[in-house]
């Protein structure tokens, strides 16, 4: 499976953004995906998650509210609604796919991963 994330930029706090990202390679119908991100100086931590048929999601604490993760499976693509934006939001945020998992949230149990997109929240 090939990830190709996209939609990072600057934004202000409380501003949103959509990330993409698009899949090739594989029935992507039959894939859970997830997005991780790291901030500079820190471990890459668990965003969002959404299983294969996309009736299952599961978010982080931090993102709970304010971020939703989707998916359109005829388009090969998940993508990342960011809502309400903080600056400690602020990373790298990448994409990954797992065919192994119903909802996979740790990052050991992903197979795939895309390049990263930074997204800056300026305060």
């Known amino acids: 499976v090939q990830l190709q994330a996209s939609g990072g930029g600057l934004v202000q706090a409380g501003g949103s953004l959509r990330l993409s990202c698009a899949a090739s390679?594989?029935?992507?119908?039959?894939?859970?995906m997830g997005w991780f991100r790291q901030a500079p100086g820190k471990e890459r931590e668990f965003v969002a998650a959404?299983?294969?048929?996309?009736?299952?999601?599961y978010y982080a604490d931090s993102v709970k509210g304010r971020f939703t993760i989707s998916r359109d499976n005829a388009n090969y693509t998940v993508y990342l609604q960011m809502n309400s934006l903080k600056p400690e939001d602020t990373a790298v945020y990448y994409c990954?796919?797992?065919?192994?998992?119903?909802?996979?949230?740790?990052?050991?149990?992903?197979?795939?991963w895309g390049q990263g997109t930074q997204v800056t929240v300026s305060s």
């Open positions: 390679g594989r029935a992507f119908s039959r894939i859970a």
């Open positions: 959404v299983a294969w048929s996309g009736s299952s999601t």
């Open positions: 990954a796919a797992d065919s192994k998992y119903w909802l996979p949230t740790l990052e050991a149990e992903y197979d795939y």
